[in-house]
C-alpha cells in the first residue's frame, strides 16, 4: 500500500523549531519529486518546499527562504521539512505530497497525488 505518514508538528512559540517528518511505504522516495505543503484555516493549500530527485534541487516559496530546509533521507525513506524561526503565519496543517508521474518542480497541489494525512503546526505565543 502506497503511503506516507506526517508526524513532528505541535505547538511552537514564535522563533522556535520544529522539524517534520514524512515516512513513505510502499514506494522509494526519491525518484521523483517530493513535497511539502500546508493550509492554513480558511486558506488554500500551498506549496512551501519540493525536491527535485533528477538534479537535487530545492525550492521554497518566498515566505519560508531562509528559514525552512528540505531533506530527505533515503535510508530512512523518510523525507524531512526542518522549520526555524517559526513565526505565527506558519501556522498550519503540513502536509507531503508526491506523484510518480511529475518530473518537474510543481507547487501546484493538483499534479500531486499520493498524499499524507497532514500534521498542525500551531502558533503557541
Known amino acids: 500500500q502506497v503511503q506516507l505518514v506526517e508526524s513532528g508538528g505541535g505547538l511552537v512559540q514564535a522563533g522556535g523549531s520544529l522539524r517534520l517528518s514524512c515516512s513513505a511505504s510502499?514506494?522509494?522516495?526519491?525518484?521523483?519529486?517530493e513535497a511539502w505543503f500546508r493550509q492554513a484555516p480558511g486558506k488554500e493549500r500551498e506549496g512551501v518546499s519540493l525536491?527535485?530527485?533528477?538534479?537535487?534541487?530545492?525550492y521554497y516559496t518566498d515566505s519560508v527562504k531562509g528559514r525552512f530546509t528540505i531533506s530527505r533521507d533515503d535510508a530512512k525513506n523518510t523525507l524531512y521539512l526542518q522549520m526555524n524561526s517559526l513565526i505565527p503565519e506558519d501556522t498550519a496543517v503540513y502536509y507531503c505530497?508526491?506523484?510518480?508521474?511529475?518530473?518537474?518542480?510543481?507547487?501546484?497541489?493538483?499534479?500531486?497525488?499520493?498524499w499524507g494525512q497532514g500534521t498542525q503546526v500551531t502558533d503557541s505565543s
Open positions: 525536491i527535485v530527485t533528477s538534479d537535487g534541487s530545492a
Open positions: 505530497a508526491t506523484d510518480h508521474s511529475l518530473r518537474y518542480g510543481s507547487f501546484d497541489p493538483y499534479d500531486y497525488n499520493i
Open positions: 510502499g514506494f522509494t522516495l526519491g525518484y521523483y519529486v
